[in-house]
């Protein structure tokens, strides 16, 4: 079966310094891997997705994520946290199981940039 | 880029009636949309996923009587609470993909509506 585990609830990190988010994958075939986040009261929105080339995947806003296939990793990365980062983020991965039709989501982890 | 939206954001209604819940694709058009319901500080639950012109295909454990959904187009899907409880109360996200994407498509998603139960 298809899924994705995030095993932060909660990242908190000073406004200026580099952020990560963590996520763990695991799939038959290849991953689809995508990168959500949500503010308050609103819907997801997409920030990046990997499906296939380069491992590092630029996306919205200025973030990134790593493709690690040893690790079956697909971490989030910001190189310099803004305040307005703070939200929740929502590792997925395209559940193949169904013919990658739907989407799995993470638990989802909280981010707080403190100014 | 591709917008969701969703009507209303917020509704309070009483315990026994029905509520529907419109999502609208507004600059493209969607042969599938998604139903999700989110409880406070957890993930999304889908819980239904709607194609136009045809049944949807729910979730195990979702009562397709109580949670209605209708795709009467390919820009309009609606989700119906009927006889709501307060135990149905929660925040109700819908998504859309474009259509005839592939595998690597991405998800839209509307703002989510708030359904509070009295």
């Known amino acids: 079966a298809q899924s994705v585990a995030q095993p932060e609830d909660q990242v908190n990190v000073a406004e200026g310094n580099p952020l990560t988010v963590k996520c763990t994958y695991s799939?038959?075939?290849?991953?689809?891997l995508f990168w959500y986040v949500q503010y308050p009261n609103r819907g997801l929105q997409f920030l990046l997705k990997?499906?296939?080339?380069?491992?590092l995947v630029k996306g919205s806003y200025g973030f990134e994520a790593e493709f690690n296939k040893s690790q079956t990793s697909f971490h989030l990365k910001k190189p310099s946290a803004l305040v307005s980062d703070s939200a929740l983020y929502f590792c997925?991965?395209?559940?193949?199981?169904?013919?990658?039709?739907?989407?799995?989501f993470g638990a989802g982890t909280r981010l707080f940039v403190k100014a | 880029g591709a917008v969701v939206s969703q009507h209303p954001s917020r509704v309070i209604c009483k315990s026994g009636t029905s509520v529907k819940i419109e999502c609208r694709s507004l600059?493209?058009?969607?042969?599938?949309m998604f139903w999700y319901r989110q409880f406070p500080k957890q993930s999304l639950m889908l819980m239904a996923t709607?194609?136009?012109?045809?049944?949807?295909?729910?979730e195990q454990g979702v009562e397709k009587d109580k949670f209605l959904i209708n795709h009467a187009s390919l820009t309009l899907s609606t989700l119906t609470v009927t006889s709501a409880h307060p135990e149905d109360s929660s925040f109700y996200i819908c998504?859309?993909?474009?259509?005839?994407?592939?595998?690597?498509?991405?998800?839209?998603f509307g703002p989510g509506t708030r359904l509070t139960v009295t």
């Open positions: 997925a991965v395209r559940d193949m199981d169904t013919g990658g039709f739907k989407t799995i």
């Open positions: 799939v038959s075939g290849n991953p689809y």
């Open positions: 990997y499906i296939t080339g380069d491992n």
């Open positions: 998504s859309a993909r474009d259509l005839g994407t592939s595998f690597s498509y991405e998800q839209y």
């Open positions: 709607s194609n136009e012109g045809s049944k949807a295909t729910y």
């Open positions: 600059d493209f058009q969607a042969t599938t």
